[in-house]
């Protein structure tokens, strides 16, 4: 069962990651040719906070790792929150690897600003759509709940 303060601390993991990823990007894009070691720092903590909040969204739901059998006869509600999980950790997954392209980048000198110091905010961005995401997660898992008693 997922409790109201589960999702309030996903969230804000989410939101706090989105935030260190944005600064982060506007630290590096300051100093665009040189490394900046504010955003190194900024990216690295935002990353961190990411993967805690994966990790306690992902071992919050553990029934979504079924067999094929179990999967194909649980509820609509089931599948739709599994669904949600899935393009969770898919959005996840886009704003770890930005934040550890942009943190490697930002270590580099570089002669111009280019895409790589758009990388960053581009992290921080997908947390913020990871959050809409956990939101709807737990909406689902609030209906599979009650469908279920």
Partial sequence: MTRIWDIVV???LDIAAAVLGILAGVSQNRVCSEPSQKAFWLGLSAQVILLISMLLEFFKDRPCLLSP???????????FSCGILLL???????????????TYWNGKSQSSCGFKHHLLTIGGILCFFRA??????????????????
């Fill in 10 to 12: 996903i969230v804000g």
């Fill in 69 to 79: 059998r179990e999967f194909k006869r649980s509820s609509f509600s089931k599948k």
């Fill in 88 to 102: 969770s950790g898919i959005v996840s997954t886009g704003a770890n690897v930005a934040f550890g392209y942009g």
């Fill in 132 to 149: 809409l995401f956990s939101v709807a997660w737990y909406v689902s898992n609030t209906a599979k709940d009650e469908a279920a008693n």
